[in-house]
């Protein structure tokens, strides 16, 4: 299952004419888990996690946010729900063959760096340099 153990690695990935990729074999990916694809403002990333981990760090934030006693506390932890909430650009599903629709990302090239960041992955689009 994606995400089950640690992700390492690190790949440049082709994205094809419909949007999708391949996601590597170290995230043990299998037909139907459920990911969430979200873009990370902070970092001006891509990101997917499974929607097991996303579960998990909502409900962390929420249990913060409930057990606060400092207002500023409780209305941090609520804001960067919303932040996160807000950052989902789509629920995908990993197909038969090991793909994922990315859609459309904002890229030069047709090519995506993916990197294992430990619960999720991180994705950079690539961009083309015009030499002169």
């Known amino acids: ?25 170290y995230t043990r990916k299998e037909k139907d888990n459920e990911l969430i694809l979200r873009y990370d403002e902070e970092i001006s990333k891509y990101e997917i996690y499974s929607i097991d981990r996303y ?11 409930i057990k606060s006693t400092i207002k500023n506390e409780r209305l941090y ?6 932040e996160i ?25 047709n090519k995506i760096l993916c990197l294992g960041a430990h619960d999720h992955l991180i994705l950079e689009p690539i961009k083309v340099e015009i030499t002169k």
């Open 55 to 65: 579960n998990q760090i909502m409900s962390i934030l929420e249990k913060y946010a």
């Open 85 to 109: 909430s807000k950052s989902i650009l789509k629920k995908i599903k990993v197909d038969s063959q090991g793909r994922i629709n990315i859609g459309e990302i904002d890229t030069d090239s």
């Open 77 to 82: 932890y609520k804001r960067r729900i919303c």
């Open 1 to 25: 299952m994606f995400g089950e153990k640690p992700l390492y690695g690190k790949d440049i990935l082709k994205i094809d004419d419909k949007g999708r990729i391949f996601l590597p074999k």
